[in-house]
């Protein structure tokens, strides 16, 4: 039989997350020496080894993420505004209280909030250019 183009041979398919034998072999095969691997990893890291450390550390803390930055700016309401919010993350970053990363985000709002104030004084222009023809 010929398939039509995008159709399956085979519509039911594997279910969603199911594994193939190897994978399952394996998984198996690390969860019976998973306390005796994980206590010789720690006690590789308690002597010194900086591999098997970094390995206990990268597994007990997730990932960094976003975290709230805690960053008085002023009302960006006016382009003044927006300047203003700009300078005061650009001094943060000079001081050492926001981290590059962080400060760039911050810049990116505000850089959002400029570009829709922007629009939203072209839209009032153009309305009152129309109104008066």
């Known amino acids: 039989m010929v398939w039509a183009k995008g159709q399956s041979g085979n519509p039911a398919g594997k279910p969603a997350g199911a594994r193939n034998k190897s994978t399952r ?26 591999s098997a450390a970094r390995l206990v550390i990268e597994r007990l803390l997730p990932p960094a993420k ?3 930055i805690f960053l008085e700016l002023p009302e960006a309401d006016t382009a003044a505004g927006i300047a203003q919010a700009q300078a005061v993350i650009v001094r943060a970053v000079a001081a050492g209280e926001l981290l590059p990363g962080d400060a760039a ?10 570009k829709a104030l922007e629009t939203q004084e ?3 222009r153009i309305a009152a250019l129309e109104e008066t023809k």
């Not at 998984?27 to 006690?43: D, F, P, S, W």
């Not at 985000?105 to 400029?114: N, P, Y």
């Open 25 to 50: 072999m394996v998984l198996a095969i690390m969860e019976r020496g998973a306390k005796e691997i994980t206590e010789a990893v720690v006690k590789l890291a308690k002597e010194g080894d900086l």
């Open 66 to 68: 976003d975290r709230p």
């Open 105 to 114: 985000t911050l810049a990116g709002i505000v850089e959002v909030r400029r």
């Open 122 to 124: 072209l839209e009032q």
